[in-house]
């Protein structure tokens, strides 16, 4: 794949051995050259075996900072707990309409929130949501019978991350336009929850590698 000559000369700014936090987000600070905004997200290789169902690495966090994106967020909810849903900023609220609406193929949201007795309603969508990690989880805390407080703590820019088939952990964790001093708070407040994750099945060295990258620009490798 042909590289532009602007990422090509980011690229010779990327450090060859993994370096400190302070100084991995001064590199990517200096990467904003873009006529958007950057998204800033963070790639982990963890020494898990995504084969083994206790080594699986999935959660969700608050950060510090947010992600500097208003997510849309969906609720399957009904009688009081939709109107909370509702009164807490969901931008749609449904039940066996909602399921239908979905099924049918519509995916403008970024978060799905369901309270525990819709999950009859919601079970079947799991072939459209599960392959876009949409489905709600008990685990991530979207299957809640609290359904406004996870609406609100979504829209506050919580983070639902799992790791992938390779071990791998993907997360956004917020903006280029960010301070350094909130890029290094939102990395550091998900490295310790990560390394709070660690299952206890895992042997040897549990996080492996670790990237910080910018939506147009190079990963730079971040000291464990």
């Not at 200096?30 to 690495?57: C, N, R, S, W, Y």
């Amino acid at each position: 794949m042909k590289r532009s000559k602007r990422y090509t000369e980011l690229l010779a700014k990327v450090p060859e051995q993994p370096v400190g936090l302070s100084e991995a987000v001064g590199i990517l600070k200096g990467f904003d050259g873009a006529k958007f905004d950057q998204t800033i997200e963070i790639h982990m290789h963890l020494g898990v075996d995504p084969k083994q169902a206790d080594q699986i690495v999935r959660g969700s966090i608050v950060l510090p900072h947010g992600i500097g994106k208003t997510q849309r967020v969906v609720v399957f909810a009904k009688d009081a707990a939709a109107e909370a849903a509702q009164a807490a900023g969901a931008d749609e609220v449904g039940q066996e309409d909602l399921a239908k609406k979905i099924s049918g193929g519509w995916l403008e949201f970024d978060v799905c929130i369901a309270s525990p007795d819709m999950m009859g309603v919601v079970g079947p969508l799991g072939r459209v949501l599960g392959p876009r990690s949409l489905m709600p989880s008990p685990r991530a805390g979207t299957v809640t019978p609290d359904v406004a407080k996870a609406v609100e703590e979504y829209k506050a820019g919580k983070v639902e991350f799992r790791n992938d088939s390779g071990g791998n952990v993907h997360a956004v964790l917020g903006r280029l336009s960010f301070t350094p001093e909130q890029i290094q708070e939102n990395v550091s407040a998900f490295l310790k929850y990560i390394e709070s994750l660690k299952p206890s099945s895992v042997k040897g060295t549990y996080v492996k590698n670790i990237a910080l990258t910018s939506t147009m620009g190079p990963g730079i490798p971040l000291a464990a």
